[in-house]
């Protein structure tokens, strides 16, 4: 089976890389925090020290990081280590611009041996502990693609960086759903209807799906995670109401109490803040 290299061990990235062990990889793990590795290296796991030691004998790396400077940083490190033939799964929320970007990166170089995957995924930590992730791929996947349906259900997206692109719709869409519940909420404060009444009845209206991310438990996307996906879509096309979103959260993520909480945190903030 491949060597493979998995590089951030956040919310998502640790149910994520115990896949790979489960499946019997052979498997080594980084961390910018070390400790986070420590009980996938109980269960097996190699850890390395630096992301260069890590990528130098993978078959398979895999990037699964915070955004684009995060990865910038681990890139620095990595390319130069990668091995002939080797697959990078960039699985990331950093947009398609950051996509060619280390596609020329590897290009410059001088590692066009090497194989570049954008596959970004959709769901949250509930959902990457079971393995039922979806996998947005964009590029030559064939290769990889038994890799990635540890993860989830595999989507083919189109050429490179058509994953990193179409994520960026979702997360736009996740986002703006349930600031929007969040303020209906909110309006349904001011007006006196009551609360279970209100949130059931939107439970049963056409954002039925953003209610129940809106108020979900035991689920983490970070606010904070949040910001920079409403940041990169709001940069990348004209989007008025998402750039309200983006506001909003953004007062929210200023909260110490809620910037690094799951987004039901920011909801509250955006519900209850004067």
Known sequence: MEK????????????????????????????RTAAKAEPLVAEGA??????????RDADVVITMLAGPAALDAVADAVVPELRPGAYWLEMSTVGPDVIRELAARLKDGLKDDVTLVD???????????????????????AGVEHVLAHFGTVTRTGPLGSGAALKLVVNASVVGGVALVAEAMRLADALGVDEDTARNALTNGPLGGAVGRAFAEGVHFDTALAVKDADLATKAARLPVMEAVLEQFRRAAADPAVVHEDIAKAVAHIRHSS
């Open 4 to 31: 493979i290299a998995f590089l951030g061990l956040g919310h998502m990235g640790a149910p994520m890389a115990r896949q790979l062990l489960v499946s019997g990889h052979p498997l080594t793990v980084w961390n």
């Open 46 to 55: 190699t850890l390395a020290a630096t992301p260069a030691e890590a990528v």
């Open 119 to 141: 596959a970004p995924v959709a769901g949250s930590t509930d959902r990457a502990a079971a393995g039922r992730l979806g996998i947005l791929a964009g590029g030559d996947v």
